[in-house]
């Protein structure tokens, strides 16, 4: 495994695809992701698994529990602990979202690329 050396912030802004893994190691994992406008995540929880997000362009609301939201911009940090429901959703209607997160440990398989939120619940779901 070698380590990984980038421009986040560049390869961030300019990434379309719903969910691109940009690095997995055996104890973390490194993910770039566009929300469309008014798409969301979908609500989820990660047992044994904390995320990190940050965001690079646009505005995201964060929905935690049963309804703690919070609204966050280019710039801002979000820590998920494990166990925590969440999701994240584009609160633009007509600008993307991009951001990155960090999954410790991984969460996806190494190379995953899902140009959409379809091909991402086609995938969960095999």
Do not use: W
Not at 54 to 64: C, M, P, T, W
Request: net charge negative; aromatic share 8%; proline share 6%.
């Amino acid at each position: 495994m070698k380590p990984y050396v980038a421009s986040l912030e560049k390869i961030s802004l300019k990434n379309d695809n719903f969910r691109e893994v940009l690095f997995t190691g055996d104890h973390a994992q490194l993910v770039t992701m566009c929300l469309q406008p008014g798409e969301e995540i979908g609500r989820e929880i990660h047992t044994g698994i904390d995320q990190f997000f940050r965001i690079e362009e646009g505005e995201a609301k964060f929905v935690f529990g049963s309804g703690e939201t919070h609204v966050v911009h280019a710039g801002d940090a979000v820590v998920v602990p494990s166990g925590t429901f969440h999701n994240v959703l584009n609160a633009s209607k007509v600008n993307p979202l991009r951001l990155y997160t960090l999954y410790s440990p991984p969460q996806h398989p190494a190379g995953t690329v899902q140009r959409t939120k379809e091909e991402a619940m086609v995938a969960e779901h095999d």
